[in-house]
């Protein structure tokens, strides 16, 4: 009787194949877990046989007091009562990492990309855009 393979299933195949007993043939037919998903998990190849938990995460342009800095800036533009559009916001960012030196990943157009403008706006909560009359 063949189960849908979970990852308890998997560690319990895994483990079971390294104590020995049935060849590995066998135990993708019983336990209705492929063969290559196996020997994946047997060759630790595998971040589940590793007990590995990697959390990809892009790290910020600028590191955190860089970007309280922009944000600061940013809040004294508003204070003056200088509406800022998105457009603005990410030409105003590329100006300041290059004006800084801070290496960046955006340079399409001299200005940042959209993904940044909206994390930077997500860390900063504070900030609020406005159409310039």
């Not at 483990?15 to 492929?34: C, H, I, K, Q």
Request: aromatic share 12%.
């Amino acid at each position: 009787m063949k189960v849908p393979w979970n990852q308890q299933n998997l560690e319990m195949v895994v483990e079971a194949y390294r104590s020995g007993g049935v060849g590995l043939n066998e135990y993708p037919r019983r336990f209705a877990v492929l063969k290559a998903t196996l020997k994946a998990h047997l060759n630790n190849e595998n971040k589940v046989a590793n007990d590995i938990k990697k959390v990809m995460v892009r790290s910020t342009t600028f590191i955190k007091n860089q970007e309280e800095e922009l944000a600061i800036y940013l809040l004294q533009f508003k204070q003056n009562l200088y509406g800022l559009t998105i457009a603005d916001v990410m030409k105003f960012a590329f100006e300041w990492a290059d004006k800084n030196k801070v290496p960046y990943c955006f340079n399409h157009k001299k200005m940042a990309g959209k993904k940044w403008f909206y994390g930077f706006m997500k860390r900063n909560p504070k900030l609020s855009l406005r159409r310039p009359e």
